[in-house]
């Protein structure tokens, strides 16, 4: 592609999101963040559908190669399982953490038909894993694993149109989510992730990997 690459990202004020963006403009590509302050550069608080329409009003016409939908919550973190996760914490994180994601991908929908080789990032987490479930985090862990189910339908729904979509844990980060003692830091995690979303085809599209490079099961 002679153009630069036009890559959209959701939470792109701070930590992976914010990375992703400097790294992706540090190789040359054209990034529009969005962020709920609008610091990003598009004011996006994804659980709200006037500022959708307000961002696809201000991208009218221009193509989108690669949407990476990262934005998220981790509300219920030391939640106790007796007493702990409110009903607002559930509407909250889902609403963040699912629709928000749904919402984006509408949004960008008709953008992405207008790229050559469109793909889709929905960051997701081991968490979602049915096979790493160890307890505690029911919101978060519940919230992930229906975007990774989200991520699966619809890839399914868009192969034909040739739009890739992948989903990835992007490993245990050092932000203001994954905390201090985190294993890795938001540069090495962008910099695994850009490897993964560059690797992602409509040969691969529908895929579970993290960071750096596994399959995660399902
Ligand atoms: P941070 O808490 O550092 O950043 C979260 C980002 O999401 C912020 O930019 C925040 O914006 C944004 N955000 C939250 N809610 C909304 C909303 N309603 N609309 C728009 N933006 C919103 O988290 P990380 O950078 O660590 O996490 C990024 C992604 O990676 C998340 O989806 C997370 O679940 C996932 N992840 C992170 C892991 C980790 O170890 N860090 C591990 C596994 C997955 P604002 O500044 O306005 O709050």
Redesign the pocket.
């Known amino acids: 592609m002679s153009e630069p690459t036009h890559i959209v990202i959701?939470?792109?004020?701070?930590?992976?999101?914010?990375a992703l963006g400097e790294h992706f403009r540090a190789a040359g590509n054209r990034v529009t963040g969005?962020?709920?302050?609008g610091s990003?550069g598009l004011a996006?608080?994804?659980?709200?559908p006037a500022q959708h329409r307000a961002v696809a009003d201000a991208l009218a016409g221009q193509a989108v190669d690669l949407l990476i939908?990262?934005?998220?919550?981790?509300l219920d973190k030391g939640q106790a399982l007796d007493d702990g996760y409110p009903p607002r914490m559930w509407q909250d994180t889902f609403?963040?953490?699912v629709t928000?994601v749904f919402l984006t991908v509408q949004t960008m929908l008709p953008l992405l038909r207008l790229s050559e080789a469109p793909k889709i990032a929905i960051?997701?987490?081991?968490?979602a894993s049915q096979t790493n479930a160890p307890g505690g985090s029911y919101i978060?862990r519940a919230s992930?694993a229906a975007a990774l189910n989200l991520g699966r339908n619809l890839a399914a729904d868009l192969r034909g149109e040739g739009i890739a979509v992948g989903i990835y844990?992007?490993?245990?980060?050092?932000?203001?989510?994954?905390?201090g003692g985190?294993d890795i830091t938001?540069d090495q995690?962008a910099t695994g992730l850009m490897a993964r979303f560059k690797a992602l085809s409509l040969d691969s599209t529908g895929c579970f990997e993290t960071w750096d490079g596994r399959s995660h099961p399902f």
């Open positions: 959701t939470g792109a004020n701070r930590g992976i999101g914010h969005t962020s709920r302050d990003a996006l608080d994804v659980v709200d939908c990262n934005a998220g919550v981790y609403a963040a953490n928000g960051i997701s987490s081991q968490m978060y992930k844990h992007p490993g245990w980060v050092r932000t203001d989510m994954g905390g985190a938001v995690a």
